[in-house]
């Protein structure tokens, strides 16, 4: 038996749940040098402004596991990606890009002007998703990261949602 619809079906991105945090605590720590336990991402989760969104995979069995996340912060009329992660062993599926423009949508649909992020520069393909999805370079922070493959330099990125 081929299984093989099960894993072309697209994400369902939907609001972050307080049971998925400790999955999304792993999902973090999988993907940075920062760690942010479960408590951090439930103080996050309960900020006025915040949303987290999560990608699911969809599943005729009812699987629900969170495959990554995407945190925004909206202030004013602005607002800015605090993080974005996929699971290692999701990556290269689309599921960041379909993370974003979830999060693009939400933001557009609630009259944000602007959406900024901070991005490593030597982070190749997040900087082509970034550039994809319309971001353009506003500004350089250099030696921001710490933990970088390159020489840590943050790229500010900046989309125009009016």
């Given at each position: 038996?081929?299984?093989?619809?099960?894993?072309?079906?697209?994400?369902?991105?939907?609001?972050?749940?307080?049971?998925?945090?400790?999955?999304?605590?792993?999902?973090?720590?999988?993907?940075?040098?920062?760690?942010?336990?479960?408590?951090?991402l439930?103080?996050?989760?309960a900020?006025?402004?915040?949303?987290?969104?999560?990608?699911?995979?969809?599943?005729?069995?009812?699987?629900?596991?969170?495959?990554?996340?995407?945190?925004?912060?909206?202030?004013?009329?602005?607002?800015?990606?605090?993080?974005?992660?996929?699971?290692?062993?999701?990556?290269?599926?689309?599921?960041?890009?379909?993370?974003?423009?979830?999060?693009?949508f939400?933001?557009?649909?609630?009259?944000?002007s602007?959406?900024?992020?901070?991005?490593?520069?030597?982070?190749?393909?997040?900087?082509?998703?970034?550039?994809?999805?319309?971001?353009?370079?506003?500004?350089?922070?250099?030696?921001?990261?710490?933990?970088?493959?390159?020489?840590?330099?943050?790229?500010?990125?900046?989309?125009?949602?009016?």
């Amino acid at each position: 038996m081929s299984f093989w619809w099960f894993w072309t079906q697209p994400p369902v991105i939907e609001e972050a749940l307080d049971e998925d945090l400790p999955i999304l605590a792993e999902i973090q720590e999988a993907s940075f040098s920062h760690k942010w336990g479960t408590a951090e991402l439930s103080r996050m989760k309960a900020q006025k402004g915040v949303d987290i969104l999560v990608a699911r995979r969809s599943s005729p069995y009812g699987t629900r596991t969170p495959l990554g996340f995407l945190i925004l912060r909206r202030a004013a009329d602005e607002a800015e990606v605090i993080t974005i992660a996929v699971h290692p062993r999701q990556r290269g599926r689309g599921i960041g890009k379909k993370l974003m423009e979830a999060g693009l949508f939400r933001l557009y649909g609630e009259r944000c002007s602007h959406l900024f992020l901070e991005v490593d520069a030597a982070n190749e393909p997040a900087v082509l998703l970034y550039r994809g999805l319309g971001f353009k370079e506003v500004g350089r922070r250099k030696g921001y990261y710490g933990a970088s493959e390159g020489d840590g330099t943050a790229l500010v990125m900046r989309i125009d949602l009016r």
